[in-house]
């Protein structure tokens, strides 16, 4: 079956630090992948997605790179911000029925 | 736009007492609804889809006669956690895919935290 992992958390860095949050994935044929960001309080939002090999997603200065030789899709932002603070999940979406399945989330903790 | 709203946010509830939780699409008709379960420091799990005026398909190892699911309309779907008990306490989200959006665009609920005594 599908899976996501992601790197355990929880993160905390600096601001204007560098962010990489780890991410790979096991799939049968080839999913669409996506990361998505919850703020305190609030739903889940779509931050960025790809939907083939080599695609690169990128919003609000996040970016990440469909890598299907590894598998991975890992998410990296030059220079975070405090408002950055929230939970990060990595998804896939099987294609043959647009189910998605999540990694377990990370924290994101930016101290001023 | 593309807000999804669930109520209530947060209920405490006696054990065999039933709970239901709606989830509504503020700003737009969704076709589909989903309901995810979280568990502390766990992923998502999808428990089951619904499609307006049919029934819900649930995964694997979700009972539906346990957890209910209802999508009488193109704005609102109401998951019903009968029978409670305290294993059933969890974080429960749902999400809408508009009608007219792609298969890949789902829109989140803020979730709603179920403890059951």
């Known amino acids: 079956g599908n899976s996501v992992t992601q790197m355990e958390g929880p993160v905390t860095l600096s601001e204007e630090a560098f962010l990489t949050i780890n991410c790979t994935y096991t799939?049968?044929?080839?999913?669409?992948l996506f990361w998505y960001v919850q703020y305190p309080g609030e739903g889940l939002q779509l931050l960025l997605k790809?939907?083939?090999?080599?695609d690169k997603g990128s919003n609000k200065g996040f970016e990440a790179t469909y890598r299907k030789e590894t598998t991975s899709f890992h998410l990296e932002k030059g220079s975070v911000q405090v408002s950055d603070s929230a939970v990060y999940f990595c998804?896939?979406?099987?294609?043959?029925?647009?189910?998605?399945?999540f990694g377990k989330g990370i924290t994101l903790s930016v101290r001023p | 736009g593309a807000v999804v709203s669930q109520h209530p946010s947060r209920v405490i509830c006696k054990s065999g007492t039933s709970v239901k939780i709606e989830c509504r699409s503020l700003?737009?008709?969704?076709?589909?609804m989903f309901w995810y379960r979280q568990f502390p420091k766990q992923s998502l799990m999808l428990m089951a889809t619904?499609?307006?005026?049919?029934?819900?398909?649930?995964e694997q190892g979700v009972e539906k006669d346990k957890f209910l699911i209802n999508h009488a309309s193109l704005t609102l779907s109401t998951l019903t956690v009968t029978s409670a008990h305290p294993e059933d306490s969890s974080f429960y989200i749902c999400s809408a895919r508009p009608a007219s959006g792609g298969l890949d665009t789902q829109y989140f609920g803020p979730g709603t935290r179920l403890t059951v005594l």
């Open positions: 799939a049968t044929g080839y999913p669409s």
């Open positions: 998804a896939l979406s099987d294609r043959a029925n647009s189910k998605l399945t």
């Open positions: 700003d737009f008709q969704a076709t589909t």
């Open positions: 790809a939907t083939k090999a080599d």
């Open positions: 619904s499609n307006e005026g049919s029934k819900a398909t649930y």
